[in-house]
């Protein structure tokens, strides 16, 4: 085996946070744990980086309780420490923000605050209490908000402000963050870095789980990189790059960078007028939004999650009803409605990559031959009539697996038993493989190894180059802005602003996703 890179191993001068020795956990037959060691310093910002699977959630829920080892041995500032569950974890001062916020929508941020903290049974005391020890913090940190403001109605930047004070409120010195900025404006995202650097000013460690290496490089003192479940390196993040973390993730180089032409659009092939959709509520997310993609040319949307993207993805693709407005593909205006109005999209060549491939574009509990012809089971390619043609059907699912490099390459496999990133493929190879004219890529490589997102970014850029038509919607801005060649920016049902991807900024980009509107300028 490879031996893991390390960082310097004399203790620094505050000491260690956490030390993690030979720290093993078994979930059945898979090894989540092998072997572990890892040493946090005091006073730092620690990162842990590593493909889906490598073993990062199944560590830190380790060292929060959620779970406990099988073997091995945990240290806190020094002393060998048993965290049997997460209110140990607390008693050790380790707390947890993470990546889904654990918040009461209808509550202040106060009653968030102190929620399952009380220090007596009289709420007023605890709350005057609250309050004060909440404006020290705000202070101290520079993590202002309102304390009476009702979560509901506060950015998502500012929730995840109340769970870090939460962990603070409740005596955490070492803090753990898993995923931070995945549902952040680049904005918010800054604003958090300055948060955690004033946090390691002020003697606190953090540990950062992320996949976006960039924040890795911009933010940590150190980086851990994990591969299938094991600790491969430990290195000062000054001394390395984000081309070196990818290669430790994946055990190969890895290309980072989308490397394509300039686009050469031709006619227009997909129109959206005045689309107005609303959600299950009754709720109107989608407001009267219009635009058109060209041939040989790729749009982004770009966005905070839960501005009217599922919305408008869903009504383009026929799954959900418009309330009014018009779909027209090649010239034809769709008709979606109703309950087979996803096939009639199909029909008419427009293919769908959905957001959520386990819910929406796979029955994980059906083998991979049977999701390879999802969808298009009445197709002439797999026999005719009703009688299906299960070997047809069986070699397409092969020949999906070879171009798309599916693995384990095994047609009879349930889907539920492969990777996300092989999933993903999937879903990609069955949608591509009938030659759409356009071709409609929710949230592409969400949850998805770092060497599944390079193979993947290339199928969408060669697509593209065949001369079809793609929408693109990710809540990974530097995905859009490397795969798109407009960008159209949607806040709050709208698009709000359009620019040429080859020079908007993230800057840009960052102020429309927050709301701040300047004049869109025409395609």
Do not use: C
Request: net charge negative; aromatic share 4%; proline share 3%.
């Amino acid at each position: 085996m490879q031996r893991p890179e390390t960082a310097a191993a004399a203790t620094p001068a505050n000491g260690w946070a956490i030390e993690l020795e030979k720290i093993n956990k078994r979930f059945g037959a898979v090894h989540a744990n092998k072997d572990i060691d890892l040493k946090v310093a005091r006073g730092t910002i620690h990162g842990i980086v590593g493909e889906n699977g490598a073993g990062k959630s199944t560590l830190m829920s380790i060292l929060y309780g959620f779970y406990k080892a099988d073997s091995g041995t945990i240290r806190v500032n020094g002393t060998e420490a048993n965290i049997a569950d997460s209110r140990a974890a607390l008693a050790l001062g380790i707390g947890m923000v993470h990546q889904h916020f654990m918040l009461v929508d209808n509550f202040s941020v106060l009653e968030n605050v102190i929620l399952g903290a009380e220090d007596s049974g009289f709420i007023k005391p605890s709350l005057d209490r609250a309050r004060r020890e909440l404006d020290r913090l705000e202070t101290e940190y520079q993590l202002e908000v309102d304390p009476d403001a009702t979560i509901e109605d506060i950015s998502v930047g500012q929730q995840q402000r109340v769970e870090i004070l939460k962990a603070l409120y409740r005596g955490a010195e070492i803090l753990i963050l898993d995923e931070p900025t995945g549902v952040l404006t680049p904005k918010e995202a800054d604003d958090l870095f300055r948060v955690l650097r004033t946090l390691r000013e002020q003697g606190k460690t953090v540990i950062l789980i992320t996949h976006k290496l960039r924040e890795i490089m911009a933010i940590t003192d150190n980086v851990s990189v994990m591969r299938q479940g094991e600790m491969v390196a430990t290195v000062k993040t000054a001394e390395t790059s984000p081309e070196h973390l990818a290669e430790l993730m994946v055990g190969r180089s890895v290309l980072l960078h989308v490397q394509k032409d300039a686009a050469n659009p031709g006619k227009t092939l997909l129109e959206v007028k005045d689309l107005v959709v609303t959600d299950d509520m009754g709720i109107t997310r989608v407001k009267s939004v219009s635009f058109s993609i060209r041939a040989g040319e790729i749009v982004g949307i770009a966005g905070v999650s839960g501005n009217g993207q599922t919305e408008l993805l869903e009504s383009i693709t026929g799954m959900r009803d418009q309330r009014s407005g018009t779909v027209i593909l090649n010239g034809n205006p769709l008709s979606l409605k109703g309950d087979d109005g996803a096939a009639r999209a199909r029909a008419a060549g427009l293919a769908h990559v959905p957001e959520d491939r386990q819910r929406m574009g796979l029955i994980t509990t059906f083998s991979e031959w049977e999701n390879a012809i999802l969808g298009y089971s009445d197709s002439e390619d797999y026999g005719k009539g009703a009688m299906l043609d299960i070997a047809k059907a069986k070699a397409k699912a092969a020949e999906h697996i070879k171009t798309f490099d599916v693995r384990p390459a095994d047609i009879n496999l349930k889907t539920a038993l492969f990777s996300g990133g092989n999933q993903q493929k999937i879903v990609l190879a069955r949608e591509m493989d009938r030659d759409p004219d356009v071709l409609v890529v929710g949230q592409p490589t969400r949850g998805v190894d770092i060497g599944a997102i390079e193979f993947i970014h290339n199928q969408i850029i060669k697509l593209r180059d065949a001369g079809k038509a793609i929408l693109l919607v990710s809540v990974e801005l530097d995905e859009i802005r490397s795969l798109s060649d407009r960008i159209l920016v949607m806040f709050d049902g709208q698009i709000v602003g359009e620019a040429e991807a080859a020079t908007a900024t993230e800057g840009q980009l960052g102020l429309m996703m927050a709301g701040v509107v300047e004049e869109r300028q025409p395609s």
